[in-house]
């Protein structure tokens, strides 16, 4: 098992100093000087220019430029933001709890729908259950998620009224940020009805985000449960005379779930690409939105660190699930 | 049923072609032969639209703004889908946007499944250095979320389609070379290669006429998903502002010309985003079936 990990970290090391070679050489190649871009409108001296060139290194070897921000890294230090000057490490912690719950919300609603619509597929192969349920799952699956939003807002904001458009929480409560998660400072403040708006607030998005999941859940669930019917042992067991719940929720469920969770933490990645529109869309002041705005503000190092913070963040959530699976499955150790 | 039969038949007595054989498992599929004839329809819209559309795509009706389609009141049979907030006609420039997405998944789907098989081939035949150099790569472009990625890459080179394309190819090349690789490394293995081998044949023709050929399945099944994942992020590129722009009747660009107007006029926003939907899953359905077509091993289940 060490030397599975050991092999696992050896190939994470690696891919980590080229991510971050990866966010350090995109910013150097985005068209147009940072320094005159920070300037902005008004012009800069030419002393001025010379002055910031040396403040951020820009006129030293490109090499140099790399060590001195992959040392940078290692010690948490990624600059500063271009437009609010505060550092991108704190800009960024203190907006993920926002991608964080929402994301967390999202996967509690597409592994809460998407188990059971699995398992139900799978039982009712081939019948009219099976097919509804794996056809929902391809639209979903097939689902542009931006408009997916958009046409929820028409009906659920504009037709009905129940939910509103955008934002974490309605402007009239106020509290401070102990966790950074809405659903618990609002009960933590004590007010009342802020947890029901934080709560109508995040209805939507979560909705959103976790459609694509949701699909991809069934449908893996689907798939794992009919390979797990036809195994030997769960012949055994209906012929031991066991209720056919107790088999397919017990023995089946719990044998197809090894792929279903493997799916589960790869779709990381797919969650935090869809946050960028989830957020974008409902204006939720999260990771993805902030990187978006970065992007079309050209500010340099918040695109770079937070590109490389996404990238590091992604894949030590692909180790663990890979060392995971490792303990469940003592096969895959060996190779 | 009496169709199957006698088409089984038939098989029986001749020996079928390749291509034979997996249009009588791909039609077993219903869901993925509707995919094929929407997906059809909507490579003839890409092809002949222009001339299909009842209106000129970019041509502003300036008297008919927001005109809501023909089967709501203010509704006219000049514009069937209604027209959007510039007074151009919805259905001429949704029939004219299917080229946009067609050509994209083309495009994408070219480059990157050309550049994933040679490099993901090279790989699987290379020494074991340049085999772990290339897939750190793959890994290292894996390990960015791939709508981020393409999104950077975009910011880079300066938004428009071309560059949207060339991102999204680049994001989507890795599960090539991958699946390629996997592939050759099974491949090889076999008594077929060695004996290949040992009659002379060099490493070059080992790889494009010997092991190629056999490992084509997993990789056609891979082109058909990515071209819906292609079509999907470039609407979405350009639902950012980072994708076609502006006035071209790209769906995911009308999309975001659109937003504002969405509780005011729900048809500029339901009918391109409803465009996207089919075609992609058209795309996914005939995916599908041809998975279960191409595969041997998945045929029976």
Not at chain 1, 40 to 69: A, H, K, M, N, T
Not at chain 1, 95 to 101: G, I, N, S, Y
Request: hydrophobic share 55%; charged share 15%; net charge positive.
């Amino acid at each position: 098992m060490l030397k599975y990990v050991l092999s696992r970290l050896a190939t994470f090391i690696p891919t980590f100093i080229g991510v971050t070679l990866i966010s350090f050489a995109f910013i150097r190649m985005l068209p147009g000087d940072p320094i005159v871009v920070m300037a902005g409108e008004r012009g800069i001296s030419e002393e001025r220019y010379l002055e910031l060139q040396q403040q951020f290194g820009f006129d030293r070897p490109i090499y140099v430029q790399f060590w001195d921000y992959f040392t940078g890294v290692l010690q948490g230090d990624l600059g500063n933001s271009f437009v609010t000057k505060r550092p991108v490490w704190d800009e960024f912690f203190s907006l993920f709890p926002a991608t964080l719950e929402l994301s967390v919300c999202a996967m509690i609603f597409a592994v809460a729908l998407g188990l059971p619509a699995g398992v139900i597929a799978a039982v009712n192969r081939g019948k009219f259950f099976d097919r509804a349920l794996m056809s929902t799952a391809l639209v979903g699956y097939s689902m542009p998620i931006f408009w997916w939003a958009l046409l929820l807002i028409i009906v659920f904001s504009g037709n009905l009224g129940w939910t509103p458009v955008s934002g974490r929480i309605d402007l009239l409560y106020y509290f401070p940020n102990a966790t950074g998660f809405m659903l618990i400072d609002s009960i933590a403040s004590g007010q009342d009805g802020a947890f029901t708006s934080a709560l109508r607030h995040l209805l939507l998005p979560t909705i959103v985000l976790g459609t694509i999941p949701l699909a991809v859940i069934a449908r893996q669930t689907r798939s794992a449960m009919l390979e797990v019917l036809g195994e030997d042992y769960i012949r055994t067991a209906r012929a031991k005379g066991m209720s056919s719940g107790r088999i397919n929720g017990i023995h089946a469920l719990r044998n197809a779930l090894i792929p279903v969770i493997t799916v589960i933490g790869l779709s990381v990645g797919t969650l935090l690409a869809g946050a960028i529109l989830t957020e974008t869309i409902f204006s939720w002041p999260g990771i993805g939105k902030w990187m978006v705005d970065s992007i079309f503000r050209r500010d340099y190092p918040v695109v770079q660190g937070g590109l490389l913070l996404i990238a590091v963040m992604v894949m030590v959530v692909n180790l663990t699930v890979d060392m995971l699976y490792g303990i469940i499955n003592p096969k895959i150790r060996k190779r | 049923m009496d169709d199957a039969l006698s088409a089984e038949a038939e098989m029986v007595h001749a020996r079928p072609g390749r291509l034979r054989e997996f249009w009588f498992y791909f039609r077993e599929n219903r869901g993925a032969v509707i995919g094929l004839w929407i997906f059809a329809v909507f490579a003839f819209l890409a092809l002949f639209g222009p001339w299909i559309a009842p209106h000129d795509a970019t041509q502003q009706f300036r008297a008919a703004t927001l005109q809501p389609p023909v089967w709501q009141d203010g509704g006219t049979w000049s514009h069937i889908l209604g027209t959007d907030p510039l007074g151009r006609d919805m259905l001429s420039r949704l029939i004219v946007g299917a080229r946009y997405s067609f050509f994209v998944g083309i495009v994408v789907v070219s480059i990157a499944a050309s550049g994933g098989i040679i490099i993901g081939l090279i790989s699987g035949f290379a020494p074991k250095w340049l085999d772990t150099i290339i897939m750190r790569i793959m890994d290292i472009i894996l390990a960015f979320p791939s709508l981020l990625l393409a999104l950077v890459l975009v910011a880079i080179l300066g938004p428009s389609l071309t560059n949207a394309m060339i991102a999204i190819a680049i994001v989507l090349q890795p599960h090539y070379v991958r699946l390629t690789r996997a592939s050759v490394l099974s491949e090889r293995q076999k008594d077929y290669v060695t004996s290949a081998r040992v009659v002379g044949a060099g490493t070059l023709r080992l790889m494009v006429v010997t092991v190629l050929p056999n490992c084509l399945a997993p990789i056609i099944v891979q082109a058909a998903l990515s071209f819906s994942t292609a079509i999907l992020d470039a609407a979405a590129l350009g639902f950012l502002g980072m994708g076609a722009q502006p006035p071209t009747p790209e769906w995911g660009t009308m999309l975001a010309e659109a937003r504002e107007f969405i509780l005011r006029a729900w048809w500029v926003v339901t009918f391109p985003g409803l465009a996207i939907l089919v075609t992609v899953l058209a795309i996914n359905l005939m995916g599908d079936g041809l998975r279960d077509a191409l595969d041997p091993k998945l045929k029976r289940s």
